[in-house]
């Protein structure tokens, strides 16, 4: 009796079998039949069947790891793109019909957002310069309220934000986090100039090519609050230099 094997094909295309794992297990242990039974298999064969078992387990524990490695963006995502997949599936599951780059675009603005939020913390603690005090005082209040809108924005998309700053972004705060006293003043002047020339950029393209009407206005009102915000940390470069 021939056994059929199912194959599973994902939204992209790729086929792989379904449950491989039990059929490659099943044919070491000489239990999947074709019309010849696999005890006639010679050495040479079951010793590769044994070798691919092998590698399928080392690249499902491989793969296992990394998705657990996976960062707060890369979670969030993932799980944007499953709600996407079950929008065009019309499954019954939660689905988001907002465009791959727009949510991408949120989740981004999320991780960005709480990563000013936290920095700005962390200046309110060790700053030495007043000027640097008062401005991470500002951006607090500022990406405190930008967080919240955007937060109830991807609610009512149904568009998951991280919980944390991605991975990049909490490199950046560890970073500011060895610095002190003048030094630090410095790096995180630095930062806040680079980082939001970054995000200038960024909702300066959401504001023009976003599909989303609601994502594309949320990008344009935060706009002025992120030129107001480089202008003033370029300022403040100049002075401690």
């Known amino acids: ?40 298999l010679n050495t040479k064969t079951m010793k590769k069947l044994s070798f691919i078992t092998m590698l399928f387990l080392a690249g499902w524990t491989i793969q296992s790891c990394n998705d657990g490695n996976q960062d707060s963006i890369g979670r969030a995502n993932e799980s944007n793109e499953t709600k996407m997949d079950s929008a065009d599936s019309g499954a019954m599951a939660p689905a988001s019909t907002v465009s791959e780059d727009d949510t991408r675009f949120s989740v981004n603005a999320a991780s960005g ?74 790096e995180y002047i630095e ?7 970054e995000d200038i950029d960024a909702f300066e393209k959401a504001s023009n090519e976003c599909k989303d009407p609601e994502i594309k206005a949320f990008a344009a009102k935060t706009l002025p609050v992120l030129r107001s915000h480089l202008q003033t940390a370029e300022s403040i470069s100049k002075s401690i230099k």
């Open 1 to 40: 009796m021939i056994k059929i094997v199912p194959l599973v094909c994902d939204h992209k295309g790729t086929c792989f079998v379904k449950d491989a794992l039990p059929v490659l297990i099943s044919i070491v242990n000489g239990r999947f039949r074709s019309t010849r039974s696999i005890d006639h």
């Open 113 to 186: 957002g709480l990563m000013e939020v936290q920095a700005a913390e962390l200046a309110s603690q060790k700053a030495l310069n007043p000027k640097v005090k008062e401005f991470a005082a500002t951006l607090v209040k500022d990406h405190m309220q930008t967080n919240e809108e955007l937060k109830a924005l991807a609610v009512s998309k149904n568009i998951t934000l991280p919980a944390t700053p991605g991975e990049e972004h909490q490199k950046n705060l560890d970073k500011l986090a060895e610095k002190s006293g003048k030094e630090f003043d410095k």
């Open 191 to 197: 930062h806040m100039v680079s980082d939001h020339k």
